[in-house]
């Protein structure tokens, strides 16, 4: 297996934690803003632990960003939409996705009222999420699935 194989497969499996630790967290949070809930430990720990894994996987993609054959800088890269979409696209969305959590996370963690904490975790990890989806949409590539 080459080092280029070993993280698009790292990537590749690592972005179903941190979907799955996401997704979690947003539900958590909308159970906890409409039902008035208080902000637990348990809250506390998979919001952080949804963001770690975001940030690993801006590290882990950050790596692969420099290895991967699919990211060229040439002339014809904007012609090309696979180049385009790997170079350009994916990089971009992905980082605006995970800057959002960072930013949710943050201002959360500031706030004081169960209420606030729960409903800002909710709105931010949401729209991350859905970028994310809608650029893993765009990628052409399996959604559940692993290259190979
Ligand atoms: C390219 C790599 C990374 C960048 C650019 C980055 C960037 C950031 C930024 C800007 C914050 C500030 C959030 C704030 O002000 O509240 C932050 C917080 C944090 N990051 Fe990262 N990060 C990276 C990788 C990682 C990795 C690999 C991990 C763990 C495995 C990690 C774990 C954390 C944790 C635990 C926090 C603090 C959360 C808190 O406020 O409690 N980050 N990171
Ligand atoms: C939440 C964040 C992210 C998710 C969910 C995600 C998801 C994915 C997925 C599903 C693939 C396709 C893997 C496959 O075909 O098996 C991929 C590939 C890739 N990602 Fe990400 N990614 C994220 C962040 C990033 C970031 C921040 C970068 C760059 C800094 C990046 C760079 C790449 C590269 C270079 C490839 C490889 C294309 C190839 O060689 O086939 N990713 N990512």
């Known amino acids: 297996m080459t080092l280029y194989k070993f993280f698009l497969l790292l990537h590749s499996g690592f972005r179903h934690i ?3 630790l996401i997704l979690m967290a947003i539900l958590q949070s909308l159970v906890g803003w409409f039902g008035k809930k208080a902000y637990t430990e348990g809250n506390r720990k998979i919001n952080l632990f949804a963001l770690i894994s975001a940030h690993t996987q801006l590290l882990i993609g950050l790596v692969l960003y420099f290895i991967s054959p699919f990211v060229v800088f040439a002339k014809g890269t904007m012609h090309d939409a696979q180049a385009r979409y790997w170079t350009v696209e ?3 969305m992905m980082i605006f996705a995970i800057v959002l959590i960072t930013i949710g996370h943050s201002k959360s963690k500031k706030e004081t009222l169960p209420e606030s904490k ?3 975790i909710a709105i931010f990890y949401t ?3 859905i970028v994310v989806v809608v ?3 765009q990628s052409k590539r399996a959604f559940f699935g ?3």
């Open 146 to 148: 692993m290259s190979n």
């Open 90 to 92: 994916h990089i971009s």
């Open 18 to 20: 941190a979907m799955v």
């Open 127 to 129: 729209l991350a999420l």
């Open 135 to 137: 650029a893993i949409m």
């Open 118 to 120: 729960h409903r800002t």
